[in-house]
């Protein structure tokens, strides 16, 4: 089976020598309805017409601020779930299960059920999963009086649905930002830079929310957000039928490896993939454990922990403002490269070397610009290089690839300082972090100058 059911124009030249291979990998897509119109017959009804332009915007406003309101509401349960646990159970093991219980589906979930999601259709996917995590969150309030098992249960359950749920408006961004004339990798830029700035407010209103209305209510508010979610993507968000993809009449586990093998073919994909994967594996083993560490034995002052991750955060989000202005005209495998070297190894590298805040400081803020370049030019890449009809189950698999970092991160960061002492730690990990998300941009697929053909068939 072809992986790409759609004819794409050839190129009639090869790329030249400087050739930047994230760029050659875009240049095969197929445009048609880029405009929402045949480019040949731009004289009619002046290419669609502004009105549909300006519906297009609308919808697409709409479906990432859905996005964004359910990405809200999440970060309100992270803070607000574990303190019902704790408050209730006292126990901090019992926090940990519960946070295991939720992350784990969550990571499953985007990848198993692209399938199901495709048959059903995304869009009634996302407000099916929605309307039911509203439900789920909403019984999660009343876990004092159904026991410590339903919590765990439902908190999966609750995972679970986020996981597809999320996956499936990813998806539907790429029509939406086509039939607006919106580019993809400004729209992934805005998109991860306004994800974080929820990330950030998130987590501080939840702390309040917590403080001003009891936990009970806070967790209401987050099952309100599903609803909210779901109520603006059924009324919004309505896709015309020839933007929505005829994903391929499979089996389940047929449709699996389909989305499976196309992945594998494309190189250009799984190096980014390794490299992102990477580096979550290092930000969650820098903020769980080596970061703290290092707080308690230089400062003694917690107050020290939550400013280190707050610089980060800053230099992520003007990171983010530069990028999806200048973003377009920037080669996208130097700033990939560039992006990855500065995110990850010398995050480690300058606590292993210092007891100074103010340097540590300041390398976390680069570390936080780089950052900002690397998961909007990933969503970009997807986007351009996935057949429409692949679309689903593929940013699934990819989502998984790239979270698994962050589970192995955390263990490797208590495994490591427990061997070896932090500093000695620190240096071991910044080489290794060094190594994996350096060497595959020096000598894999989107080494610069490298051609990189696009992957032509994927396992029936």
């Known amino acids: 089976m072809t992986a790409d059911a759609r004819p794409r124009p050839t190129t009639t030249s090869a790329p030249g020598p400087d050739a930047d291979p994230l760029a050659q990998a875009v240049t ?5 309805g880029v405009t929402g119109a045949d480019v040949t017959g731009a004289d009619v009804t002046g290419v669609v017409g502004s009105s549909a332009r300006r ?24 803070i607000a779930i574990p303190w019902l646990v704790l408050t209730t159970t006292g126990s901090p093991a019992k926090m940990g299960i519960v946070a295991a219980a939720e992350f784990l589906p969550y990571m499953l979930s985007s990848s198993l059920a692209t399938p199901w999601a495709d048959r059903f259709g995304v869009r009634r996917t996302s407000i099916a999963v929605d309307a039911a995590s509203a439900v789920v969150i909403a019984v999660v309030a009343l876990a004092p009086w159904l026991g410590f ?34 580019e993809l990798i400004r729209l992934t830029s805005a998109y991860d830079g306004l994800l974080r700035g929820v990330t950030l407010f998130g987590t501080v209103i939840g702390g309040l929310l917590i403080d001003w209305v009891g936990v009970t209510r806070a967790i209401w508010i987050d099952a309100g957000t599903f609803a909210l979610c779901a109520l603006l993507v ?33 190189r250009v994909l799984l190096t980014m993939l390794v490299v992102v994967s990477a580096l979550n594996m290092f930000a969650a083993a820098n903020t769980a454990v080596w970061v703290p560490l290092w707080v308690r034995d230089e400062l003694g002052d917690p107050a020290g922990f939550g400013l280190v991750l707050g610089v980060f955060g800053g230099g992520a989000l003007l990171g ?10 920037l080669p996208r495998t130097l700033v990939f490269a560039v992006g990855a070297a500065l995110s990850g190894a010398p995050r480690l590298l300058v606590l292993a070397l210092t007891d100074h805040l103010v340097v540590v400081l300041v390398v976390t803020f680069l570390s936080g610009i780089g950052i900002a370049a690397i998961n909007p030019l990933l969503g970009a890449t997807l986007y351009e290089r996935v057949p429409d009809e692949l679309q689903t189950r593929v940013l699934g698999i990819s989502g998984s690839l790239a979270f698994v970092g962050l589970p192995v991160g955390a263990l490797l960061g208590g495994w490591s300082v427990a061997a070896l002492g932090l500093r000695p730690a620190l240096l071991v990990m910044a080489v290794v972090c060094a190594v994996l998300t350096l060497l595959p941009l020096v000598a894999g697929p989107l080494r610069v100058g490298r051609p990189t053909p696009r992957p032509a068939t994927t396992p029936g």
């Open 28 to 32: 095969g897509t197929d445009l048609t």
């Open 55 to 78: 519906a297009a915007r609308r919808e697409l406003v709409a479906l990432v601020a859905a996005d964004l309101i359910s990405n809200l509401g999440s970060r309100i349960s992270v």
């Open 234 to 266: 059924g009324v919004l968000v309505r896709p015309p039928a020839r933007d929505t993809p005829v994903a391929p009449r499979e089996g389940y586990f047929q449709a699996l490896r389909t989305g499976f093998g196309y992945l594998r073919t494309d």
């Open 149 to 182: 098992g339903a919590l765990v249960a439902l908190v999966a359950v609750a995972g679970g649905l986020r996981g597809i749920g999320d996956r499936v408006k990813h998806v539907m961004f790429r029509p939406a930002a086509q039939r607006a004339g919106v």
């Open 320 to 329: 983010n403002l530069v990028f999806t202005m200048f973003g377009p005209r």
